[in-house]
T-cell receptor, first 124, second 116 residues
Framework: EAGVAQSPRYKIIEKRQSVAFWCNPI?????LYWYQQILGQGPKLLIQ????????DSQLPKDRFSAERLKGVDSTLKIQPAKLEDSAVYLC??????????????????????FGNGTRLTVT | KQEVTQIPAALSVPEGENLVLNCSFT??????LQWFRQDPGKGLTSLLL?????REQTSGRLNASLDKSSGRSTLYIAASQPGDSATYLC???????????????FGQGTILTVHP
C-alpha cells in the first residue's frame, strides 16, 4: 500500500512570501488532515476534510492560511503571506474513517491516522 | 480544552531494558487514544490505537493501556533495542458526536534513546 505523499520536502522562503504544499492521501481514505508541528512540540490540527468537505478548521489562521481538497482526493495547503512563526513541519495525514447516516442517526468508526513525511518550512 | 502531557520529556536507557512512557489527559471524554512513533525528519507512524471502550492493546513488544477515569495511558516497551530510539507521541481523539471525532490532541512527546 502506497503511503501518504507530500511535496515538497523542504521549502525556504522569506516572510511575506507565499507558499503551497501538496498532499496525496492513501487511496480510498475519506478523511484528510493537515497538521502543523513546531520544533519540540506535538502536531496541532489545522484543518480536517471528510471527502471534499471541511469538517474542522477551527485552528486554521484563516487570514493567511487556506486549504482545499478538490474531488475529495489530493489537497493543497497555502500560506499567504508567511510569517516567521509559520516555520514548522506541515504534516498531512489520512484515515479510513467513514460516517454513515441512517434515518435519524449517524454511525461512525475510526481507524489509525497515516502520516506523510511532512514539508519542513523555514521562513526567514 | 483538552490538554495532553507526556512524561518524561526524554529517556535514555541501555539496550534490553523494559521501559514505560506516560501520557495524561485532562478531559476523560475521549473517543480513542493513539500512540505514535516519529523518527527524525519523518512523519508519524501509528503504533497502537485504543478505543475508549478498551483497556489495552498489544503489538509485539509494545503494550498500551488506557484508564479513562484517571486520564492516563502508558506505553510499555519490552526488551528495548537501539532501533526503538525515536520520539513517542500520545494523542487523544475527541468524543464521538458532531463532526470532530477524528480530531487528535497531541502531547509534546518523549524522546527515547536506547544505547547498545
Amino acid at each position: 500500500e502506497a503511503g501518504v505523499a507530500q511535496s515538497p520536502r523542504y521549502k525556504i522562503i522569506e516572510k511575506r512570501q507565499s507558499v503551497a504544499f501538496w498532499c496525496n492521501p492513501i487511496s480510498g481514505h475519506a478523511t484528510l488532515y493537515w497538521y502543523q508541528q513546531i520544533l519540540g512540540q506535538g502536531p496541532k490540527l489545522l484543518i480536517q476534510f471528510q471527502n471534499n468537505g471541511v469538517v474542522d478548521d477551527s485552528q486554521l489562521p484563516k487570514d493567511r492560511f487556506s486549504a482545499e481538497r478538490l474531488k475529495g482526493v489530493d489537497s493543497t495547503l497555502k500560506i499567504q503571506p508567511a510569517k516567521l512563526e509559520d516555520s514548522a513541519v506541515y504534516l498531512c495525514a489520512s484515515s479510513l474513517d467513514l460516517v454513515e447516516y441512517g434515518i435519524g442517526a449517524a454511525s461512525s468508526y475510526n481507524s489509525p491516522l497515516h502520516f506523510g513525511n511532512g514539508t519542513r518550512l523555514t521562513v526567514t | 480544552k483538552q490538554e495532553v502531557t507526556q512524561i518524561p520529556a526524554a529517556l535514555s536507557v541501555p539496550e534490553g531494558e523494559n521501559l514505560v512512557l506516560n501520557c495524561s489527559f485532562t478531559d476523560s471524554a475521549i473517543y480513542n487514544l493513539q500512540w505514535f512513533r516519529q523518527d527524525p525528519g519523518k512523519g508519524l507512524t501509528s503504533l497502537l490505537l485504543i478505543q475508549s471502550s478498551q483497556r489495552e492493546q498489544t503489538s509485539g513488544r509494545l503494550n498500551a493501556s488506557l484508564d479513562k477515569s484517571s486520564g492516563r495511558s502508558t506505553l510499555y516497551i519490552a526488551a528495548s533495542q537501539p532501533g526503538d530510539s525515536a520520539t513517542y507521541l500520545c494523542a487523544v481523539g475527541l468524543v464521538a458526536g458532531g463532526t470532530s471525532y477524528g480530531k487528535l490532541t497531541f502531547g509534546q512527546g518523549t524522546i527515547l534513546t536506547v544505547h547498545p
